[in-house]
């Protein structure tokens, strides 16, 4: 048993994050001491792990209020519990890792999900850009020790610090996920092809808009929405409509097991994300890479990192605009694609490649070398 210890931080809940569950169970086999802290929210559900876990209660719980909270008390809970590195996600707890680790003379290691600085929410607040950036400015260039989840953002880091982070993809644990559920148990009809979009952040740009304009031209659709976002509530608006009836239905945050009961039981993901910050230009969404694992194809925008998965495995189509005619035809072209019997063979193939053990090799890796 390998007593190192090791506490690894995000600014979430703990409830949904998949990529830091997976890195902490990745540590956790092969020895170490994990602690997985987080905040707690007042709706947040009990949580069990292999590992320790903790959440910070928070006063404020959104703006810029509660990050400088978030990171002081961070701060200060890291500072006075013994551990041998501090594994910081995001640049939203980078600071008070980072400051941690100075002061007690301890390693830290860095796990950027998306380029922070870049993402939509801040844009248009000079003040809050410019304080993350300062963070980022200070602390970025004196990190040895960096991950982040694709390629092109890691170019766009090496460009900004000179600093390459390792890529680490969050790709699926290669284990299969049983079909515990129909489309009755789920109240999905058995007459209509069945469209998921999933996902946390299901907010403005992400092209559900488009979607659900799209699914009101046509009857041959059913569109299942299961996740959270800022446009949610203008969705469920917009289905009121009469050109919508019973097309759509709206499932909350799940976990993920259960989520993916319900990608199991459709016939195509969608992920529409637009070309409109260097955030989502770049990103490479989990979703891709849960719809590949059910087998079912994904219609796509023209993402570098995404179109380059999807035509290097044939795992779906990738459209260059959001009209919902495009759409339809994006779809019906899958559906299509699936009467050939040889086409699942390529996501038995992608899946084989594309996976969790593999892809965390790196991580284990700068863990055994960083003492």
């Known amino acids: ?121 801040i844009q248009h607040n000079p003040f809050i850009k410019w304080s993350w950036q300062t963070i980022e400015k200070l602390i970025f260039p004196r990190l040895k020790h960096v991950f ?37 148990d789920l109240d999905l009809p058995d007459d209509k092809v069945v469209v998921i979009l999933q996902g946390a952040g299901i907010n403005v740009d992400r092209g559900s808009e488009e979607l659900i304009e799209a699914v009101a031209l046509s009857n041959n659709f059913f569109l299942c929405i299961v996740g959270g976002g800022d446009v949610i509530e203008a969705l469920k608006k917009r289905c009121l409509h009469s050109d919508l009836n019973g097309k759509v239905r709206f499932i909350g945050k799940l976990p993920y097991e259960q989520m993916m009961q319900y990608t199991l039981n459709s016939n195509i993901g969608v992920s529409l994300d637009k070309d409109t910050n260097i955030n989502h230009k770049f990103s490479l969404p989990n979703k891709i890479f849960d719809y590949m694992k059910a087998g079912i194809p994904t219609l796509a925008t023209n993402l570098i990192e995404v179109s380059n998965v999807i035509s290097k495995f044939d795992i779906g189509y990738v459209i260059n605009d959001l009209k919902p005619k495009t759409i339809i035809g994006g779809l019906e072209h899958l559906m299509e694609c699936q009467k050939d019997k040889n086409y699942k063979n390529n996501f038995n193939e992608a899946s084989a490649e594309l996976s969790w053990e593999k892809e965390s090799k790196e991580l284990l890796e700068v863990y055994r070398k960083i003492w």
């Open 1 to 121: 048993m390998n007593l190192k210890s090791i506490i690894v931080s995000v600014s979430n809940d703990l409830s949904h994050d998949q990529r830091v569950a997976k890195v902490c169970s990745s540590l956790h086999g092969e020895g170490y001491n994990v602690l997985l802290v987080g905040r707690k929210l007042s709706n947040s559900q009990p949580i069990e792990r292999d590992y320790k876990t903790h959440r910070i209660k928070l006063l404020f719980n959104k703006g810029f209020l509660f990050y400088a909270e978030f990171n002081l008390r961070l701060f200060f809970y890291l500072l006075f519990k013994t551990t041998h590195v501090y594994h910081s996600n995001d640049l939203d707890t980078l600071l008070a890792n980072w400051l941690s680790a100075k002061l007690r003379r301890k390693k830290i290691v860095y796990d950027t999900h998306e380029y922070f600085t870049g993402v939509p929410e």
């Open 148 to 184: 982040t989840v694709n390629h092109s953002i890691a170019n766009l880091y090496n460009e900004d610090y000179g600093v390459k982070p390792i890529v680490m993809r969050n790709l699926p644990l290669n284990q299969k996920i049983i079909k515990l559920k129909n489309r009755k």
